[in-house]
Structures are given as structure tokens and as C-alpha cells.
């Protein structure tokens, strides 16, 4: 269920940004990239989150879990927040990387914060998953 909501998710937008015109889709494809990105650092925590916890509450280590869970997820926000900032504030310098169209750049320069912003929440809810996942495996 997930992993369709996520997917369905990116492919709607995909189709919308293709409806769009060329540069729309190529500066969606640039963020979508970033936005991989970003997801893919936030997800290992998320995945070792997910084995520590079921670890400990194997064990019956319930308060040790708790508080791995809470420390998992102050890392995953300040993942979150570094991550916004760092791509953000360096946004005049990495779309260059996939582009020269000058107006393709300008629709990413665009949309930048709204690829940036959600990224500290996303961050939780990555990192939140993993800690759930592995409590649920022992619950």
C-alpha cells in the first residue's frame, strides 16, 4: 500500500510536468532527482532504525527502544534540516550539473523551495517509518 501511494504519487506528478511541455518535465526530473537523493540519505536511517528497534524490543528492552526511537528521529529531522539548507542555500550551483538551457534552470530556481521545504518533515516520516516497521515486527 505504501510503496503504490509513494510510486502513484511520483508518476501523477511525472505526468502532470510532462503535460506541461519539455522544460517542465526536464526541471521536474532534475527535482525528482534531488528529491531521490535526499530520500535515499534519510532512508538509512530509517532502515537502521528499523532493525535496532526490533533488536531491542526482541530483547525486551522497551525503554533502551524508546529511547533509540526518540534519538532516531532528533537525527532524522536534523538530516532533514541540513539537507533543506545545504541544497537550498547551494541551489545557484548544482542545477548546472544537469543543465544549460537557461530556461529550464529558471523553472528549477523556481521550484527549489518547494523541493527544499518539505524535506525536514520528510525526513520524520522516513526515519519514523523504520522505528514503526521494527516495532511492528516484535508488537
Known amino acids: 500500500m505504501r510503496t ?5 504519487t511520483k508518476t501523477l506528478a511525472t505526468a502532470v510536468a ?29 532502515v537502521s532504525g528499523q532493525t535496532l528497534i526490533a533488536v531491542n524490543l526482541g530483547k525486551g528492552e522497551c525503554a533502551e527502544a524508546r529511547q533509540l526511537a526518540e534519538r532516531l528521529l532528533q537525527l532524522g529531522l536534523g538530516l532533514g534540516i541540513g539537507l533543506a539548507a545545504v541544497l537550498g542555500f547551494s541551489s545557484p550551483f548544482w542545477p548546472q550539473m544537469f543543465t544549460t538551457d537557461d530556461g529550464i534552470l529558471g523553472q528549477i530556481r523556481e521550484l527549489v523551495p518547494l523541493a527544499v521545504l518539505p524535506l525536514p518533515v520528510n525526513a520524520l516520516v522516513y526515519t519514523l517509518d523504520g522505528v514503526l516497521v521494527g516495532a511492528s515486527d516484535f508488537g
Open 4 to 8: 503504490g501511494s509513494l510510486l502513484g
Open 18 to 46: 510532462a503535460r506541461c511541455g519539455p522544460s517542465a518535465v526536464a526541471s521536474h526530473q532534475v527535482l525528482m532527482q534531488l528529491w531521490v537523493l535526499a530520500s535515499m540519505l534519510v532512508d538509512s536511517l530509517a
